[in-house]
């Protein structure tokens, strides 16, 4: 009697070990294993053992309970291991842990000079404008001479600009590359008669070493406009238009008298500076405006270089450099950040304003 009781009260504690098992690590649950179920001196084995000591009629109750608890037991040792072996096989393949979060994926953007190239040229373009093209190797007479540079012109010294150590083509002169995109100015003239308007980027080289506002190599965008009666006016609207466009509508805009030998009147354009508003800062060295671009009335002579007669037809020329002016939108204080591939300075511009403000 005292022998049933006894066992039956046994199997009661083991039973509430069962719940235990879902929280055991591999050894904890087969350390649990060995206590409960193990062959020499697990408990439940030891019930189990004792059984035929006890009466017939006991014997039977205390026997299925005890065989249903073992049973039991069996089953929630079983899913313990296989859930265990699943989590380890998880972590051995290949490292791959569901939990974790994705990982980005690397998109490269638009270099920022490149950004603000094209929306230089998107401004242009959506007034009527075409894109045109010139070679990097230029002559001397379409570099220097057909722009109605004087012969001895210092731009012309072997100090200022790269020649090519080539033989010289003639009439033309010098190889050299191109210290501006004037030359294309011509090219653009002897490829078309007007009206003509076209905006043509393109590298420039000079012979500057870099510091942190020179470049041996450069962007430049020039800009032609050919036609019949075309005057100062035109000049000014569209640069003008162009500056609010790029800048901001209520943008200041000065034009200041300058020189050029390929234009006649030439002058500068500047805008209130971006980054002080015109009141005057480091960046505009106190002045409040930022100088962006030369331009002028193509000259007669050139006009008529370019196969155009220049008695009756008239034009403007513009020339910019799109690194400078996007130095001065984005405060960068050193041209040669836009060479370096320095990603942690690249990555503040992508995704950046692309064409005219829209997503490329
Ligand atoms: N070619 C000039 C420069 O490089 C800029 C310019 C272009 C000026 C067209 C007037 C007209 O400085």
Redesign the pocket.
Known sequence: MSDDSELAGLLEGLRRRLADLPGLDAAGLEEAHREILGRKSGQLTEVLKRLPQLAPEARRTVGAAANTLRLEFEAAFEARRAELRATAAQAASSGIDLTMPGRGRWIGGEHPATQVMEEILGIFRSLGFTIAVGPEAETERYNFGA?NFPADHPAMDMHDTLYLDLPPAGEEGRWLLR????PV?LRAMLASQPPIRVVAPGM?YRKDTFDPSHAPAFA?I???VVDEGISFVDLKATLIHFARRFFSPDTAVRFRP?Y?P??EP???MDVGCQLCGGKGCSACKGTGWMEI????M?HPAVLANGGIDPERYTG??????PQRIAMLRYAVPDIRLFYEGDMRFLEQFRGGRGAGGQTK
């Open positions: 722009l210290t501006h995109t004037s100015q420039v430049q020039e800009g032609l300058s050029f390929f234009t030439s002058a500068e671009l030369g331009c002028g193509v403007f020329a513009f020339g910019m450099g």
